[in-house]
């Protein structure tokens, strides 16, 4: 079975500040996938990023950045200089390769920026 | 593109009653959709997996008579919640794996949130 831990519930930072949501993910699978979703009080959840476990080149878009460690099976989300708008609740989850693999969702990281 | 057309966004009804969430296909094929339940500030959890023109697979816990779906197009899967009770209040939320989204991934609908009085 797979398990993805996000193990702080919420964090609150001041604008303009980094802010780094922790993922650790449990498989005993080696072809997989890990995402990240954003879910803002509107509910919709909204997808950020996708990676291939067997890539684990880290990637920047704008503000966002992702860290893969297969060696810690950890898939750490970065947020630079946040915003007001970046307040959210954060979902990393993990699904098998092959077919139309079920997501395992975390419990979420609930970020908050204050002004 | 890859959007998924959820309706009601929000119902309230009655115990007892039954109600009927629609998710929808817009610019693509869904032969699978995921369909999830989210109590307050907890995390998604799935009931179900529907596929096009078969019985859907619940996951374990999950009363199939009480979560009756339905996938008879390749546009379109229902989750209807039958005699509904107060502890059926929850955030109901499907899914679609899309293939051509960013190499692939899931899109969401924009979820129902679902009062029972």
């Known amino acids: 079975a797979q398990k993805v831990t996000q193990a702080q519930t919420e964090i609150s930072v001041v604008e303009k500040e980094d802010v780094t949501l922790d993922c650790v993910y449990e498989t005993r699978d080696t072809t997989y996938y890990l995402f990240w979703y954003k879910q803002p009080p509107s509910g919709e959840l909204v997808f950020l990023i996708r990676?291939?476990?067997?890539?684990?080149q880290n990637e920047i878009s704008g503000r966002y950045s992702w860290n893969f460690q297969k060696s810690t099976s950890s898939f750490n989300f970065t947020i630079t200089a946040s915003q007001v708008v970046d307040s959210a609740v954060y979902f990393c989850?993990?699904?098998?390769?092959?077919?139309?693999?079920?997501?395992?969702f975390g419990t979420g990281t609930k970020l908050q920026v204050i002004p | 593109g890859a959007v998924v057309s959820q309706h009601p966004s929000r119902v309230i009804c009655k115990s007892g009653t039954s109600v009927k969430i629609e998710c929808r296909s817009l610019d693509f094929q869904a032969t699978t959709m995921f369909w999830y339940r989210q109590f307050p500030k907890q995390s998604l959890m799935l009931m179900a997996t529907s596929n096009e023109g078969s019985k859907a697979t619940y996951e374990q816990g999950v009363e199939k008579d009480k979560f009756l779906i339905n996938h008879a197009s390749l546009t379109l899967s229902t989750l209807t919640v039958t005699s509904a009770h107060p502890e059926d209040s929850s955030f109901y939320i499907c899914?679609?794996?899309?293939?051509?989204?960013?190499?692939?991934?899931?899109?969401f609908g924009s979820g129902t949130r679902l009062t029972v009085v």
């Open positions: 899914s679609a794996r899309v293939d051509r989204l960013a190499n692939y991934g899931y899109t």
């Open positions: 990676r291939n476990s067997f890539d684990e």
């Open positions: 989850a993990l699904s098998l390769s092959g077919g139309y693999q079920k997501v395992t």
